[in-house]
């Protein structure tokens, strides 16, 4: 599975952006596709899953209540949503694909080549 992300860019604080992540391969509906960011200096970290096949989401606590995870299955694509954003969110996003849910990079086979965030101040 081939993924791509786009949507990124430079905000203003309390702002909102819509990232889109499609894949161009075979999904299954037991695979999960995850959001991760990485800020300057820092190491990667989750943000976001949702399965292929169901409703089922997961947030990290940071971006709980601010950012939403969805996909369109018949479009191949996942989407997140950020609203409420803060310079912290400052980071570039990444998404990735797993075979099962998990917050562990390790476990997402397929990555994306990401999207910078940008929030200013």
């Known amino acids: 599975v081939q993924l791509q992300a786009s949507g990124g860019g430079l905000v203003q604080a309390g702002g909102s952006l819509l990232l889109s992540c499609s894949a161009s391969g075979r999904t299954f509906s037991s695979h999960v596709m995850g959001w991760f960011r990485q800020a300057p200096g820092k190491e990667r970290e989750f943000v976001a899953a949702i399965r292929w096949g169901g409703a089922r989401t997961y947030y990290s606590d940071s971006v709980r209540g601010r950012f939403t995870i969805s996909r369109d299955s018949a479009k191949n694509t996942v989407y997140l949503q950020m609203n409420s954003l803060k310079p912290e969110d400052t980071a570039v996003y990444y998404c990735?694909?797993?075979?099962?849910?998990?917050?562990?990079?390790?476990?997402?086979?397929?990555w994306g080549q990401g999207t910078l965030v940008t929030v200013s101040s």
């Open positions: 990735a694909k797993a075979n099962g849910y998990s917050t562990h990079e390790r476990e997402y086979r397929d």
